[in-house]
């Protein structure tokens, strides 16, 4: 794949990397496929078509407003700040008045229970085109949960799975009121970053209470003036936050490209810091094991081996990857059969596949002890409350088979069968979907801007619920809905989306893809797939 997958060369582009491949040598144990197929031409001028559309009315809808022949809802700037510097950028909030509006019933819909398979939905309804809502007091009961990270299906109210957390609960109570330097470090905290480093087969590891903030707040932490980032284009708003912040210099390369990064990665060597041409105080590749907007998995072993090559460090974030990839759950790295060794900062999130909140940073026992000193959210932040900890910490032991059943590994395997199951159907009935034949993220791309609404609304009405994504989460050509899979989903569950994507697909008109489907849709009935090896 070229770039972010908005230019491809093929019209189904497929990184295919055989084991022990001929272009990759033996880097790669296991067959590595991914799928990025370029949409036919019709569909990418019908999509700007349809941005152009929706422009011109968007500028003729701010003249009648300017005039008073609409009413006014947005903010706008007051009267007596004109020569103040605007609090709003102008583009970004003519596309919210105009576009984002038009289909914003389709986002922050509130639930009212656990986030499970299936989940209950507050019903609301707006008297204004989407300007406010109102509640009509009914709940929508059992809608097929397509949206959440609940991976393993750890998100979950069971009184037996949770009796741990609740005897935690009533010991602990549910806040530390203090941060990790002070009067915040528990016990529990110490169980908690033994039982992680055990589980990732490093030397030790920190946690926090935030997933978002591990990255934000660290990474300023280990790099600073004079450092270089390379960085992938497709990272995650929390390592572009972090990287921003620490005041080192940042360069992006092209997603997965590793022509792109070695090519950075030379010049860094060469030609040294801009104007003085001194040598990098370090150079660090940030990464992601699995691409929460494209479903694409890190090609690992490559980097590891450019990262060694020129002497760089590698900063991995698991927070999509972590419990959902590996035989056992542990990640790309287990995923690729490497050592943790190779990575120098493994990070991750409790929040998807531990059905927790939170996150860590793991490796090296100096790493994480220089950490424990320096990082913003140590010193700043507050503790991870003690019966978070606790649930994270019966979720680990599920995984290792430390609660002396399988269970964890059951999780595991499930979720790789509904995932493979699941993708294939899709490429079956013909629709274009991005990213990894292993990875429970699921991009199926809609492309047209009027078709984000009609599908989400549509699917609600089959009692599915889904998440559906546009600019400036993607590309403004490239909105999809992003189906996350679940060990918790059953083959019925699934059966029951396909079906209502099937019909739907015709009836919207989705199935752009000229991938030839299968001529034997029977053989994926079978209720038994076997994990490869």
């Not at 060794?341 to 999130?349: A, H, P, S, Y």
């Not at 100096?366 to 003690?386: G, I």
């Not at 918790?488 to 008109?509: I, Y």
Request: one cysteine or more.
């Amino acid at each position: 794949r070229q770039g972010s997958g908005k230019k491809m060369e093929d019209t189904f582009s497929i990184l295919y990397f055989q084991k022990n491949g001929i272009s990759n040598g033996t880097l790669y144990k296991k067959t590595f496929i991914e799928h990025f197929e370029q949409a036919p031409m019709y569909v990418a001028v019908l999509t700007f078509l349809g941005f152009g559309v929706g422009t011109v009315f968007g500028y003729l809808r701010d003249f009648m407003r300017a005039w008073g022949l609409e009413k006014r809802n947005v903010a706008t700037e007051r009267e007596q700040q004109k020569d103040f510097v605007p609090l709003y950028q102008d583009f970004e909030n003519f596309y919210t008045r105009n576009l984002y509006m038009r289909i914003r019933d389709n986002w922050n819909r509130p639930i009212c229970s656990v986030p499970g398979p299936q989940f209950d939905l507050m019903e609301r309804v707006t008297d204004d085109y989407n300007w406010t809502f109102r509640f009509t007091g009914r709940t929508i009961k059992n809608v097929i949960n397509m949206g959440s990270y609940n991976y393993l299906g750890f998100a979950e109210t069971d009184v037996n799975a949770l009796k741990t957390v609740t005897i935690e609960l009533q010991k602990y109570g549910t806040g530390i009121c203090s941060t990790r330097q002070e009067m915040g470090t528990l016990d529990k905290h110490i169980e908690l970053e033994k039982l992680v480093a055990n589980f990732l087969g490093v030397e030790d590891a920190m946690v926090f209470g935030m997933g978002f903030a591990t990255n934000s707040m660290n990474i300023p932490a280990l790099v600073g003036k004079g450092c270089l980032i390379l960085s992938d284009e497709l990272n995650h708003t929390s390592l572009v936050l972090g990287a921003r912040l620490s005041g080192a210099t940042i360069r992006i390369f092209k997603h997965n490209n590793m022509q792109s990064l070695e090519k950075l990665l030379r010049d860094a060597i060469i030609y040294g810091q801009p104007r003085s041409r001194r040598a990098w105080r370090k150079i660090i590749i940030l990464v992601e094991g699995i691409y929460s907007m494209e479903g694409s998995i890190v090609r690992l072993p490559e980097i590891v081996s450019l990262k060694k090559k020129y002497k760089a460090y590698l900063y991995l974030d698991e927070a999509h990857s972590i419990g959902a990839v590996g035989a056992t759950g542990r990640g790309v790295v287990e995923y690729f059969g490497m050592s943790p060794d190779d990575v120098d900062v493994l990070m991750g999130t409790f929040t998807k596949s531990f059905g927790a909140a939170g996150g860590y940073i793991a490796g090296r026992k100096d790493l994480v002890d220089f950490l424990r000193t320096h990082s913003h959210s140590a010193v700043y932040a507050t503790s991870m409350c003690p019966p978070v900890a606790e649930q994270i910490i019966r979720a680990m032991k599920c995984l290792m088979g430390l609660d002396g059943t399988t269970q964890g590994l059951q999780r595991v395997r499930q979720l790789g069968k509904n995932t493979r199951y699941f993708r294939r159907r899709l490429h079956e009935m013909g629709f274009i979907i991005y990213g990894n034949d292993d990875s429970p993220v699921v991009p199926l791309l809609l492309y047209m801007p009027g078709k984000i609404g009609a599908f989400a609304r549509r699917m609600l009405e089959k009692n599915i619920g889904v998440v559906v994504v546009g600019f400036p989460a993607t590309p403004i050509t490239e909105s999809r809905a992003r189906f996350c899979v679940s060990a918790a989903h059953t083959r019925e569950m699934l059966n029951t989306v396909l079906n209502a994507l099937d019909e739907l697909g015709d009836f919207l008109q989705l199935k752009y893809s000229r991938y030839s489907k299968s001529s034997h849709p029977e053989l994926y009935e079978e209720t038994r797939l076997e994990l490869e090896d």
